[in-house]
């Protein structure tokens, strides 16, 4: 039986193992989830919660149905903190680690599997990067770890806080805007940091966790190899620091400029930084304004970068989108950073475009039917739900666990559909080595 898996493994694409491994891990961490051990006693938890619970998880988001402080005990709340784990470094990445600390050695196809889930160029090196991720992660959790502590030691005795600061650090750095603090008895809430808006420290760590988290471990490696230097870095490294550092600061002053009067600036910056990708939140969101609101989608629906623990349709996309357009408007070749940008590049970036649009479109209007009979929804707060979701960002104007059944798998269904990223979803369907006849180029009229 096994020896008839493997086969069947070994004939598919890489792009179908890893959507098969990423749901295998949301239904497997969804049965965890719902073990008597993992929830507190009094708490009757619905399996489709446990399933949204996994799902959010592993595909880092941060949605939540129930609030995980108050409805988890210690043990549901470790089995979350490994599903975060595991999605935010990847199911191949992971197993790769496990294989290697075993003694194990990586075959071309698990080689094949690690390249493909971590956009590396090539296969070579493949061993050196895994190992180079895995100490990355540590590195950095137990930093965040250390300074998330020293915050929550003022409020919480010695193990509990502990318990928060390592589950913070794991979902910050994963760029997944889980918590565990509870809500005072209240099975849901999406502002449970709220508390912290005010504390500097804990503010600078989260955002510092989530950037590195979202620039991705190529871009972290290489900053570390070239020792920061600016001049020796890659095209790729300097378009993700270039635009992510663009996304802040446009993001800070705009979200500044439309809730000037709920947000000090300090807040306007983690929201910045969080809503590209991690979710956390410190106010309301539902009291936010329609602008506000739509700066807050913008940053979602781009996300973070190729290679990171984050989602949306990716910084280096969003760049090469621009150059695209600066190109067709006026009329020159597409470069930047004294390179050429690849025209392949802007293909696929209109794809993703496309696909990421679309799921927003159709999973906006899917969710405002499914709830029309329910209590229905605002469009925005549908839409921010859904981009949220693709997104695998996590915020949430609060209407989350009001949601029904249908707007639940849905809500499922985009997060999944998010986290695997719309090229891998695009070329499950891949089944041929490509057409043999060519055709002369037609005319077509264009804009």
């Known amino acids: 039986m096994l020896s008839m898996i493997s086969r069947l493994f070994q004939k598919q694409s890489s792009a179908r193992i890893i959507a098969f491994s990423f749901a295998a891990v949301i239904l497997i961490g969804s049965g965890l989830l719902m073990l008597p051990c993992s929830v507190r006693p009094g708490v009757q938890l619905n399996y489709i919660d446990a399933l949204y619970t ?11 149905t129930v609030d995980i402080g108050t409805a988890f005990s210690p043990i549901g709340q470790f089995f979350i903190a490994m599903l975060i784990q595991i999605g935010g470094l990847g199911v191949a990445l992971v197993g790769a680690g496990i294989m290697l600390a075993m003694g194990k050695k ?53 193990f509990e806080a502990l318990g928060h600061s390592l589950f913070h650090s794991i979902a910050a750095f994963n760029n997944s805007g889980f918590d565990n603090l509870g809500t005072s008895g209240e099975l849901y809430s999406s502002v449970s940091l709220a508390a912290y808006k005010n504390n500097l420290l804990l503010s600078l760590t989260s955002c510092g966790l989530i950037f590195f988290g979202g620039i991705g471990f190529l871009v972290i490696r290489e900053l570390i190899e070239k020792r920061f230097r600016w001049k020796k870095l890659s095209m790729h490294a300097k378009v993700v620091l270039s635009v992510s550092a663009a996304l802040i600061v446009s993001g800070t002053l705009l979200i500044m400029l439309t809730e000037h009067g709920k947000l000090d600036w300090l807040s306007a910056f983690f929201y910045s930084i969080s809503a590209r990708t991690a979710g956390f939140s410190i106010y309301d969101l539902g009291s936010f304004s329609d602008a506000g609101l739509m700066v807050m989608m913008a940053l979602m629906f781009v996300g973070a970068s190729p290679g990171s623990t984050g989602g949306g349709i990716k910084t280096t996309t969003f760049f090469v989108l621009l150059q695209g357009i600066k190109s067709a408007a006026t009329n020159r070749s597409e470069k930047a950073f004294k390179y ?24 906006t209007y899917l969710m405002v039917a499914f709830e029309a ?49 719309p090229l891998t979803i695009a070329t499950l369907w891949y089944f041929t080595k490509g057409e043999r006849a060519e055709y002369p180029d037609g005319n077509i009229a264009i804009g």
Not at 121 to 138: D, M, P, Q
Not at 394 to 400: E, P, Q, R
Request: glycine share 10%; with cysteine.
């Open 340 to 363: 050429s940008v690849p025209r392949e590049a802007f293909k696929k970036a209109a794809v993703i475009l496309l696909i990421g649009l679309s799921v927003v479109i159709v999973g």
């Open 106 to 158: 990586l075959d071309i196809k698990g080689r094949s599997l690690i390249r493909d889930a971590s956009n590396l160029s090539n296969g070579r090196g493949t061993i050196k990067f895994v190992k180079g991720v895995l100490l990355t992660t540590l590195i950095f959790e137990a930093l965040g770890t250390v300074l998330s502590f020293i915050v929550f030691i003022r409020d919480y005795p010695f």
């Open 373 to 421: 009979n329910n209590q229905g929804i605002e469009l925005t707060d549908a839409m921010f739900e859904v981009v949220s979701a693709f997104a695998t960002v996590g915020l949430s104007t609060g209407i989350t666990p009001t949601l029904g059944v249908a707007s639940k798998i849905l809500s499922i269904f985009i997060m999944y559909v998010g986290r695997l990223g």
């Open 54 to 64: 996994s799902a959010s998880a592993v595909c880092v988001t941060g949605l939540v």
